[in-house]
């Protein structure tokens, strides 16, 4: 899937969408970086759509954040970080 930077700022801030204008759902990803108690924290902030209304009903009974929980967990193991998800 293409994705396209909207923003960078090194060691702070990455916007990226999808860009695909043939794709049937879209979005942003913003990616934040803040230093926490010694370490970093990262927020990941999803504006998702979905442009079918018949794939939009056929996702309602699936997680749509175990996405992104898989990747921040991933992410945490490879940097040998424990990782808290928040709402």
Known sequence: MPLETLESVPNERLVRKIANPKAPF????TYELQLADGGCRL???ERGEIYNPI????SRPFDLRATIDAYLRALGKKLGEDVELED
């Open 26 to 29: 879209g979005g942003t990803w």
């Open 43 to 45: 927020t990941n902030t």
């Open 55 to 58: 794939f939009r009903l056929a």
